[in-house]
């Protein structure tokens, strides 16, 4: 059975301190993996596909890296608008396996 | 970008009464959406995968027959929850992929918050 674990669950930063969270998986088949940001009470947003690994995206202050047991979201300086729920998800075939996300927030 | 559509985004309903919320793609054509539902702190789960013109394939666990899906054109998916009870309270969520391929992401509406009473 696919799965997706994401560390940690919350996270709390300053304005300004980096830091990386974590999706770790098991599928058989990976397809590809995405990153999704949602903010309360919204649907999740597209951030990245990765498709293999040693495969990296950037966009703005968030870089994405795949390995063939894990990928990285890498924060760089964040900004409060930052603060949201950081989801990842595996693709095999038709089904998407989600993690249940790692919060975010940014103290100004 | 490609945009999906979800309305309404909140509704209140009374227990046994039902609910119908609508998904629309709204620049793109969508001949299979895809419903989630999200309780908090878990990840989002499928429930069912509509199909313009055919049955929706529901998911394991998931009755038919209390959440009706209906795909009747290629931009536009309805999920009604029928006979709702206290339990079926949570945050139902659509998507769509606006680029062909089952590798392509998906992208989702806002959601409808239900709060059955």
């Known amino acids: 059975e696919d799965q997706v674990t994401q560390s940690p669950e919350a996270l709390r930063l300053q304005e300004g301190e980096s830091s990386s969270l974590n999706c770790s998986y098991t599928v058989s088949g990976l397809r590809g993996l995405f990153w999704y940001r949602q903010d309360p009470g919204k649907g999740p947003e597209f951030l990245f596909t990765?498709?293999?690994a040693g495969e990296e995206k950037e966009k703005e202050r968030l870089k994405a890296t795949l390995t063939k047991k894990e990928s990285f979201l890498h924060i760089t300086a964040p900004k409060p608008e930052d603060s949201a729920t950081y989801l990842c998800?595996?693709?095999?075939?038709?089904?998407?396996?989600f993690g249940i996300g790692t919060k975010l927030q940014v103290i100004p | 970008g490609a945009v999906v559509s979800q309305h309404p985004s909140w509704v209140i309903c009374k227990s046994g009464t039902s609910v119908k919320i609508e998904c629309r793609s709204l620049d793109f054509q969508a001949t299979t959406m895809f419903w989630y539902r999200q309780f908090p702190k878990q990840s989002l789960m499928l429930m069912a995968t509509?199909?313009?013109?055919?049955?929706?394939?529901?998911e394991q666990g998931v009755e038919k027959d209390k959440f009706l899906i209906n795909h009747a054109s290629l931009t536009l998916s309805t999920l009604t929850v029928t006979s709702a009870h206290p339990e079926d309270s949570s945050f139902y969520i659509c998507?769509?992929?606006?680029?062909?391929?089952?590798?392509?992401?998906?992208?989702f509406g806002n959601g409808t918050r239900l709060t059955v009473t």
């Open positions: 509509s199909n313009e013109g055919s049955k929706a394939t529901y």
């Open positions: 990765l498709y293999s």
């Open positions: 998507s769509a992929r606006p680029q062909p391929g089952v590798d392509s992401p998906l992208h």
């Open positions: 998800a595996v693709h095999r075939g038709q089904k998407v396996t």
